[in-house]
């Protein structure tokens, strides 16, 4: 069985076509440059640093989203009765979580925000021509598109059959995703093992990043990790996440 990074990093990615930033307090934004070490994005430099110019673009509303794995189940339990039942008035309840497989996730977020570089065939073109003239180093990728939240809910189970009680507040009326906002929530019991990652206040759960790649035959490209599709395609691309990233020496 993979360790629980892996399998997050992984399993998001074949979700949300996203890579999963498995500390969502790490600071990313557009713009960033690094390297990617075991699937994880490492910060070494910046576009503005290499007096790259470029345009962002961010989202003007927001969303929430509850996700949960296959074989999880999530629902609420012993909701407090006593309570009038104004919709949106939070209300103490348990809440169960059980994952049926070894490894599972439960992702909720609320208030999200995505940023994006805007200007990516323009930036690509000067990327490629300074990795051509061999002053962009091929390691290299640049964050492009970032996901931040106000508010992050994650359970990793590492163990199968793992149920687990949560108490919190929830509103009235409303769903389990236990990321929106004014929402406490503590654990009651729990039959095996989880990694619990709970944070607001913006939060960077989700990103993705393009880089250099060079084919066997053709041009090099702008686009992420081994997946060459096309090696005449010249164009600025996203790098796909390639589960070999996480494979150690």
Not at 173 to 197: C, M, R, T
Request: proline share 6%.
């Amino acid at each position: 069985m993979s360790t629980p990074p892996k399998f997050y990093v992984n399993h998001m990615f074949e979700t949300t076509s996203y890579r999963a930033n498995w500390t969502p307090d790490l600071p990313v934004v557009p713009g960033d440059i690094g390297v990617l070490e075991y699937g994880q994005f490492v910060l070494t430099s910046s576009l503005a640093k290499q007096g790259l110019p470029f345009e962002v673009r961010e989202s003007t509303g927001s969303l929430n989203l509850d996700y949960n794995s296959q074989n999880t189940a999530v629902r609420t339990i012993n909701a407090n009765s006593g309570i009038i039942p104004v919709s949106g008035v939070p209300v103490q309840a348990n809440v169960e979580v059980t994952f049926k497989k070894d490894v599972g996730v439960l992702f909720q977020f609320s208030g999200s925000k995505r940023t994006i570089i805007s200007n990516l065939d323009e930036l690509g073109d000067t990327i490629l021509e300074r990795y051509n003239n061999g002053v962009w180093k091929k390691e290299w990728v640049i964050i492009t598109d970032v996901i931040t939240t106000d508010n992050t809910y994650i359970i990793i189970s590492t163990t199968a059959d793992n149920t687990l009680q949560l108490a919190c507040s929830l509103p009235l009326g409303g769903d389990n995703n236990l990321a929106l906002p004014g929402i406490k929530v503590g654990v009651v019991n729990e039959s095996g093992s989880s990694i619990k990652l709970l944070g607001s206040n913006h939060l960077t759960p989700l990103y993705n990043v393009r880089g250099v790649q060079k084919p066997f035959l053709g041009n090099p490209v702008f686009r992420l990790s081994e997946a060459i599709r096309n090696p005449d395609f010249k164009a600025l691309e996203e790098l796909p996440f390639d589960a070999k990233e996480l494979v150690t020496e």
